[in-house]
Structure formats: C-alpha cells, structure tokens
C-alpha cells in the first residue's frame, strides 16, 4: 500500500521481541505479543525492528523475519513500519530496500553516525533524505532522537526534511517538552500532511494536549490499551478523562523508564509481559542484561495498580 501521514493516526506499537533460553527468537512468543498489543480496538499501526526490538542485537535475515510473520499476522491492510539503523547511506539504502521486499510499508531511518557531533544541525541530513527519497521511492519516517545525544536533528532541519514528499512522519522523541512544542509546530508549518507521532515516554499526556497525530511507543507492546485511552480521551477534547488516563499510566511510566540505565526500559516491559502470561522468557540479548528482582518487584506493583494484572 502507498501511505500518507493520515494513515498513520493513531497509536503505533513498537513492538519488543522475545527470545528464548538458548537466545532464539522466541516466534511463539513473538505472536502472542502481537495478539496482546496489535488488536485492531486499540492499535492502528505496528513499528519493527527498533530499540524496542533490539534490531542492533538482530542478523539481516531475523528482521527481515521479523517483518514478514508480523505482515503475516496483521494483514495486508495496517501500516507496517520498519526500523533502518544504518552506519551510513549505502546501510540505510540497503537495509530499507529488505525491509520494502520483507512487507513493510514505511522504513523509519534512525540517524547515521555521521549525524553526530554537530551535524544534526546542519543541512546533511536533510542532503542524505533527498537522496534515500530519490533512490527509494517509498514512504519514510524520522526517528528523532533526544536533543542531549547529539544526533537530534535540529528544528529548521526536520523542517525541511519534512517537506520531501516521501517523509510522511517524524517519530518524535527529542526528549524536552520544548523541543517537541517547536518541532510540533515547524514540521507542521511546513508540511501539514506529514504526521506527528510523540513518544517522549515522561510526557504523553502533554504532548497529545499540545497536539499530534497519534503515540508511537514501545510501551503500547505492554499496555496497549492504557495509550488507547489517552489517545480516545485527547482526539476528544476530553481533559478529566485525558487526566484518568493519565493517572493509570503514570505508575507504570514511573517503573518502566525510572530506574537507570534507561536502555532497559524495553527489558522491564518484557518482565511484565512475562508476568502477564503473554511470553515465557523476558531475557534480552546482550548487550543488555536481564532485570534485577528489585526492578522487577517495582513493574509488577505498577502493572497492579494500574489494574492491567
């Protein structure tokens, strides 16, 4: 399918995946993960292959796999988005082209490395867009990074990024409430059509009053149904029932990405899906580690009371 911003309004889960003792893809669980967080009622759009996959822990082969049992799964007609992580143009070119043959309909381009360092200011990312726009000819997403990492792309920049007619989303995660307000406003400006989707994780609740076009956000692969309702309440205009909603995530926002390292974030939500009874084994591959029990102790309170266990 050929999407547009408008299609993709509304909550995209970034799905996390797990694995099994031996450090396998746990398929099974990886379809049981879906039916818990990919229904129709309360999710429009499946994002794959990002942090909350642990695409950089993944072979060629597992996310092209990935992208193909996830169309599988949810049909022909929802938006199936990838993640490209790329070292450089010829990785991203590369990686986009497989996820297009897997079945994705948008491939979501996190920063390459030479964006660091000061460049995400400058117009070479917007020089390395025209060039995947014109060579891939399908429809691509920005993932924005915190402004603290050095590879944020600055507001006129993602303006202009914008403004290519096969950017129909930026994946807003700049970390400051500011940032988000200025680009929010800039990237519309310049490009109506192009679709907003926060996800700084601290402030869904004010980023959807100040306005977006959905939230896209690992933490939908845990509770699904708790973004929903933010979501429903704000496109509303429905504050006491933004302000309810607010206040069931709010626990489990606090325990899943509290704690340090924030890295883990994904970890924890797959030690509440385990405690769920959705997946068996909620082990990340490394680099990253399995939670300890505090960390644990503290998502399986949260998870109570926000009355989803």
Known sequence: MTLTGKDLRGITVATVLPFDDSGAIDWDGYAAVLDH????????????????GEATALSDAERAEVIRRTRDQIGAGRPLLAGVVPTGIPDALRQAEAARAAGADVAVIFPAEALGGGNASTPA??????????????????????IASGFGLSTPVLAEIAQIPEVIAVKEGSATLLAYDENRRAIKAASPDTAMLPSNFHWFFAQ?????????SGLASLVPGLLADLWRASE??????????NDRLYPVVRAIYGPAPVIDMHSRMKDGLQMMGVIRNPS????????????????????????VL
Request: charged share 20%; aromatic share 4%.
């Open 208 to 216: 959807v009053a100040l306005g977006g076009d959905g939230i896209l």
């Open 236 to 245: 509303a205009m429905d504050l006491a029932a933004m302000r309810a909603a």
């Open 125 to 146: 990312a917007v020089r390395m867009y025209e060039l995947l726009a014109r060579e891939l000819q399908m429809p691509l997403s920005h993932f924005q990074f915190p």
């Open 284 to 307: 990340p591959r490394l680099p990253l580690l399995p939670q300890s029990d505090d960390i644990r102790e503290g998502v399986r309170r949260a998870l109570i009371a926000a009355e």
């Open 37 to 52: 967080c990919a229904r129709p009622e309360t999710t429009s759009c499946v994002f794959v292959n990002g942090h909350a």
